[in-house]
């Protein structure tokens, strides 16, 4: 694929030359990345650098919280049944697991309701509300849904439930109507931080009760494992409170006694203590939670993660990992399928957005699928198969394309949908299938511009090699402070130029990724770096004539460690590469 390589721009220039002296002569690359990112003094970089608990909000801040708290609390007082409802992906799961186990441990008899992907759907639903009272429940907290729940919120109160929904999706212009409603997106809500996870505003929850029972608000932070299970797997920004949590989070995840997180861990073969950065969540461990909903039932993740031993643990892990090993083999399949249905579409609409059904495909993995496709032809793209009487879809957007709102352009052709800027889910019917093709074809077609088109890769500055140096100088050290790295925080991109390659081969079975190694010219120290480019393979040609030639390239790239062999030394982990224009 051909990339557009695009400098950030900086609002203010002068704040690199300012950074570099206050902060003792920071190397200009890692300044100007600090720029990009909002930070323009000392102080500001402190708290980038050392950010803690304390630059956590005050929960109370949030509309809504003061009555839940009390609600929850009177809970516990009067030793009344209680019913978390979640969703069924990490997020949700995380949610419930966090808020139940907390309810447990206060005495309350606190059951979970989880829907069922395929029999309810997304969100709050009737069933899981008639489960609440044949549970005896007097109280419902939704958990990561609910908050367009109108209908069913009625539905609760003619069944004598009182209902709290937190939520963080987006809502609509009226809320439904509950005893508290929590969604710091709420129009009316002047809670500073708006991109909290679904299990963040469960652990806020958590911290509001505990202090309305003048309890330690800190007990709060036992949770700090499963909101980095979220946090990392919802994809959520990671700025402000996000990224003091995911901190927090990591080191708690490293030393996690849960044993329902020992377990997971020990299935996909991996050490806590490495887990270090979101990765490791995102493809090790948030696929295996999310196997359960998208494959059988996400109720089984939700009691791994409350299991009270490792013995209780053990088989549920087990049973997650199979299931994800079955989601890998379906995704492949499907995969397949749809690029090629894709590549049909192209060929004959030259379409803006890419609308792919199959009725057979399974309902569990299309959205990973629709991930996979925008990553190989950059257009919006929604997958729907066929779930009962509805046709269910997931849909994934380009970077600059807000996929819900557009999804809101076509809402009287849909049944249901909700979600992101970038994810969401939507029902319809079938006979409306090729009209929805139509509308949000044209409904992307408004949004679309020129520049959006060629996929971007955005650098934070330009860099030396030599001034990079090894793992144990300046630059890597103040480089690792920058994480934890997610969506609004990602890890910096370097751009180098007059680069000699060393040496150049494809690696992997199909010889799809690409592995070299490159020299600055007239290097002072005549160190070469090792280079990685995942799924490059293709690129080897660049190299190769790079090397016949004597031209050099340049590289777009981000740093890493590397293990081998008992060494560590840094890695180029290779976003671009292109020969060096005269």
Known sequence: MTYRW????????????????????????????????????????????????????????????????????????????????????????????????????????????IPDRYEDGYGLCRRGLDAAAERGASLVVALDCGITA??????????????????????????????????????????????????????????????????????????????????????????GENRVLMAEGLRALQESMRPGVRALAEAADLDLQTVTSTGNIVFTLGPRINAAGRMDHASTAVRLLLAENFEEAEPLAAELEQLNRERRRIDNEIEEDAIERAERQITARSPHALVLYDPDWHLGVIGIVASSVVERFHKPTILLTHNGDEVKGSARSIEGINIYEALADCEDVLTQFGGHDHAAGMSLQADDIETFRDRF????????????????????????????????????????QFGPFGPSNPKPVFHAEDLDVVSARTVGGDGSHLKFEVRQQDSSTGDSFDAIGFGMGEKLSVLRESQQSGTPVEVLFSLEENTWNGRTNLQLKVRDVRLEES
């Open 441 to 480: 074809d044209a409904a992307v077609g408004e949004r679309v511009t020129p520049e959006l088109l060629t996929p971007t890769i955005k650098v934070d500055a330009p860099v030396d090699l030599d001034a990079v140096g090894s793992v144990e100088d300046r630059f890597w050290a103040v480089l690792k």
């Open 150 to 239: 109108h209908e069913e919120a009625a539905y609760a109160q003619d069944l004598g439930l009182d209902l709290i929904i937190a939520d963080h999706h987006t809502p609509k212009e009226t809320l439904p109507e509950a005893l508290a409603v929590l969604d710091p997106k709420r129009p009316d809500d002047e809670y500073p931080f708006e991109e909290l996870s679904g299990c963040g505003l469960a652990f806020k929850l958590v911290q509001a009760t505990l202090a309305a029972r003048d309890e330690d608000p800190d007990a709060a932070f036992d949770y700090l494992d499963l909101l980095a299970l979220s946090t990392a797997s919802d994809i959520v920004p990671l700025h």
């Open 6 to 113: 695009t400098v950030r721009s900086l609002d203010d220039p002068e704040v690199v030359p300012r950074l570099q002296r206050e902060l003792n002569d920071l190397d200009e690359p890692l300044a100007r990345a600090l720029a990009l990112r909002g930070i323009s003094t000392f102080e500001e970089a402190k708290h980038f650098f050392r950010a803690d608990r304390s630059a956590l909000h005050d929960p109370f801040e949030m509309a809504g919280i003061s009555v839940a708290a009390a609600r929850l609390s009177e809970a516990v007082d009067e030793g009344e049944s209680v019913l978390v409802y979640g969703d069924y992906d990490v997020d949700g799961t995380t949610a419930t697991a966090l808020l139940v186990d907390f309810l447990r441990s206060r005495g309350v008899d606190a059951s979970f309701f």
